[in-house]
């Protein structure tokens, strides 16, 4: 999962750091992610059993808010900034995310909530990008 955000984000890659910055933050988010995805045998977690502190982490932390950032140079920042349709800015979340197109209805609810937002439309991607990331699609498939 932790693969998944980075991926989905290019969080690492938000700011003005160096290489080795970017690295060592990489490093401090994935011990982050040890601390609370670890299981009793050390092994590779093959399933999200949903704990407090997971769910607390994938709502709160440091790696989750780069990654739903819109400071210049993120990813959502560069891909929703710049012209282009609504609807395709909304297909773009989808498949960083969760790596499929919206449904119908999907793309309804997405819509009409981005309509609430006015003129601060960013804000809203933003919103959109931290509920997929949050999604049980995204905990499970990724």
């Given at each position: 999962?932790?693969?998944?955000?980075?991926?989905?984000?290019?969080?690492?890659?938000?700011?003005?750091?160096?290489?080795?910055?970017?690295?060592?933050?990489?490093?401090?988010?994935?011990?982050?992610?040890?601390?609370?995805?670890?299981?009793?045998?050390?092994?590779?977690?093959?399933?999200?059993?949903?704990?407090?502190?997971?769910?607390?982490?994938?709502?709160?932390?440091?790696?989750?808010?780069?990654?739903?950032?819109v400071e210049r140079g993120s990813f959502l920042f560069e891909q929703m900034s710049s012209p282009g349709a609504e609807t395709q800015k909304i297909n773009d979340l989808y498949m960083a995310a969760l790596t499929r197109r919206p449904t119908r209805a999907e793309m309804t609810k997405m819509q009409k909530a981005l309509a609430r937002y006015g003129a601060a439309k960013l804000n809203g991607y933003q919103d959109m990008f931290w509920a997929l990331l949050n999604s049980n699609e995204f905990i499970f498939i990724h």
């Amino acid at each position: 999962m932790y693969d998944s955000l980075i991926v989905a984000s290019n969080a690492h890659q938000s700011g003005n750091g160096s290489w080795s910055a970017q690295e060592e933050q990489r490093r401090r988010w994935m011990q982050q992610f040890v601390v609370a995805f670890d299981n009793d045998e050390n092994d590779e977690s093959t399933t999200f059993n949903g704990t407090i502190p997971q769910a607390l982490m994938m709502m709160n932390s440091e790696l989750i808010d780069k990654a739903c950032s819109v400071e210049r140079g993120s990813f959502l920042f560069e891909q929703m900034s710049s012209p282009g349709a609504e609807t395709q800015k909304i297909n773009d979340l989808y498949m960083a995310a969760l790596t499929r197109r919206p449904t119908r209805a999907e793309m309804t609810k997405m819509q009409k909530a981005l309509a609430r937002y006015g003129a601060a439309k960013l804000n809203g991607y933003q919103d959109m990008f931290w509920a997929l990331l949050n999604s049980n699609e995204f905990i499970f498939i990724h």
